[in-house]
């Protein structure tokens, strides 16, 4: 068997490192899903340590399922920080030594393969854009990532804006938002759900009254519990789970990965 339209997706967290392998041209996995809790204190090496031995694991299953060249899949990484031209600039959950590390370069010498970065939630809106609640819809969606910080993409008319940060608005008195609204506070402050939606609430509807986009799309960890907290009261435009869920950010980077060896990579057929 041959992993022609395949690559690695490996999403790191503040909390967690999921990753598989995908068919790109479908954005379905053709591995199982891995999973290891993001190293204390989020360092660049024990993070670069974790992502290369999930690269080894995930390979290792391929080559034992029968596929050839599992060897040779380009791996793709997000990272939860504004990524510019493989470096990191930010780092709000992770160590603050990765701001100006060349995030490219110790991952792709983790990996043993040329490595594409990107920002996690830039990666969960570009598997949206391609696979689910963005595809084919014109107009500007906000991508919302809720877990251990807030994410955020921009897609205007199917195009990615990356790098647009909006977890970190001072809002109602706290200097980041997400301190007060990610996913995370509801562990972190034994807040309900009820609670949490309702901050969430008052923040999509400020960041509908600035940014007038067309809709939002709702990922990240909590969105598998969508049921429970939509609708929002006070939000005109509708809001939507991600379609791909919590996978998103793993879609995205393998999508990604692929397209930067063969950009054609995403839209032959398998
Ligand atoms: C970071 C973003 C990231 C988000 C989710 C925020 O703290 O600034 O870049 O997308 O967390 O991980």
């Given at each position: 068997?041959?992993?022609?339209h395949?690559?690695?997706?490996i999403?790191?967290?503040?909390?967690?490192?999921?990753?598989?392998?995908?068919?790109?041209?479908t954005g379905?996995?053709?591995s199982?899903?891995?999973?290891?809790?993001?190293?204390a204190?989020g360092?660049?090496?024990?993070?670069?340590?974790?992502?290369?031995?999930?690269?080894?694991?995930?390979?290792?299953e391929?080559?034992?399922?029968?596929?050839?060249s599992?060897?040779n899949?380009p791996?793709?990484?997000t990272?939860?920080g504004?990524?510019?031209?493989?470096?990191m600039?930010?780092?709000?959950?992770?160590?603050?030594?990765?701001?100006?590390?060349?995030?490219?370069?110790?991952?792709s010498?983790?990996?043993?393969a040329?490595?594409?970065?990107?920002?996690?939630a830039?990666?969960?809106?570009?598997?949206?854009?391609?696979?689910?609640?963005?595809s084919?819809?014109?107009g500007v969606?906000?991508?919302?990532?809720?877990?251990?910080?807030?994410?955020?993409?921009?897609?205007?008319?199917?195009?990615?804006?990356?790098n647009?940060?909006?977890g970190?608005?001072?809002?109602d008195?706290?200097?980041?938002?997400?301190r007060?609204?990610?996913?995370?506070v509801?562990?972190?402050?034994?807040?309900?759900?009820d609670?949490w939606?309702?901050?969430?609430?008052?923040?999509?509807?400020?960041?509908?009254?600035?940014?007038?986009?067309?809709?939002?799309?709702?990922?990240?960890?909590?969105?598998?519990?969508?049921?429970?907290?939509?609708?929002?009261?006070?939000?005109?435009?509708?809001?939507?789970?991600?379609r791909?869920?919590?996978?998103?950010g793993?879609?995205?980077?393998?999508?990604?990965?692929?397209?930067?060896?063969d950009?054609?990579s995403s839209?032959?057929a398998?």
């Amino acid at each position: 068997m041959g992993l022609q339209h395949a690559a690695i997706g490996i999403d790191v967290g503040g909390t967690g490192i999921k990753g598989a392998a995908i068919d790109v041209t479908t954005g379905e996995k053709i591995s199982t899903r891995h999973k290891v809790a993001t190293p204390a204190g989020g360092a660049p090496a024990d993070i670069a340590r974790e992502v290369g031995s999930m690269a080894a694991a995930i390979r290792a299953e391929l080559a034992a399922a029968g596929f050839d060249s599992s060897a040779n899949l380009p791996v793709g990484v997000t990272l939860p920080g504004v990524v510019r031209d493989g470096v990191m600039r930010t780092a709000a959950n992770i160590d603050l030594s990765w701001i100006g590390t060349d995030a490219h370069a110790l991952l792709s010498a983790a990996v043993a393969a040329p490595c594409t970065v990107v920002n996690d939630a830039d990666a969960a809106g570009i598997a949206e854009v391609a696979f689910g609640e963005v595809s084919g819809l014109p107009g500007v969606t906000l991508v919302l990532t809720f877990g251990t910080g807030i994410g955020s993409a921009l897609v205007a008319d199917g195009v990615l804006v990356p790098n647009f940060e909006l977890g970190h608005l001072e809002l109602d008195g706290f200097t980041s938002i997400e301190r007060h609204t990610a996913a995370k506070v509801i562990e972190r402050e034994g807040i309900t759900l009820d609670e949490w939606a309702s901050r969430v609430s008052r923040y999509i509807g400020y960041l509908e009254k600035i940014l007038n986009p067309d809709r939002f799309v709702l990922g990240g960890s909590i969105s598998k519990a969508s049921d429970s907290f939509l609708p929002f009261a006070g939000v005109t435009v509708p809001v939507v789970p991600a379609r791909l869920r919590n996978n998103a950010g793993i879609i995205g980077a393998a999508r990604l990965a692929a397209e930067a060896i063969d950009p054609e990579s995403s839209n032959s057929a398998p």
